[in-house]
Nanobody, 124 residues
Framework: VQLQASGGGLVQAGGSLRLSCAAS????????MGWFRQAPGKEREFVAA????????YDADSVKGRFTISRDNAKNTVYLQMDNLKPEDAAVYYC??????????????????WGQGTKLTVSS
């Protein structure tokens, strides 16, 4: 699976932005999709994940209630809607995919494919 993330940019604190990740290659619908982020000097951290059908989603506590992950299998695209953004949300955001397994991955090592990252800057 090849992944192409887009949608990053500069947003004021309290604002919103939607990231997109377009997939190509192997059947998109057979993969769990996730978003991770990495701020300068910090480790990559889990943000959200969504099962192949979109029936279940998982969010990190730090974004719960503010970020929403969704997917459109017909468009081979996964989204991350980010609302009420905070300066601490600033990071490079990566989309990732892993084949369907019993457990949805929340660690980066569990993911097989990665996009190139898109940068979010949040001004205070």
């Amino acid at each position: 699976v090849q992944l192409q993330a887009s949608g990053g940019g500069l947003v004021q604190a309290g604002g919103s932005l939607r990231l997109s990740c377009a997939a190509s290659g192997r059947p998109f619908s057979r993969h769990t999709m996730g978003w991770f982020r990495q701020a300068p000097g910090k480790e990559r951290e889990f943000v959200a994940a969504i099962t192949w059908s979109g029936g279940s989603t998982y969010d990190a506590d730090s974004v719960k209630g503010r970020f929403t992950i969704s997917r459109d299998n017909a468009k081979n695209t996964v989204y991350l809607q980010m609302d009420n953004l905070k300066p601490e949300d600033a990071a490079v955001y990566y989309c990732a995919a892993h084949q369907i397994r019993l457990r949805v991955g929340v660690r980066s090592v569990e993911y097989d494919y990665w996009g190139q990252g898109t940068k979010l800057t949040v001004s205070s």
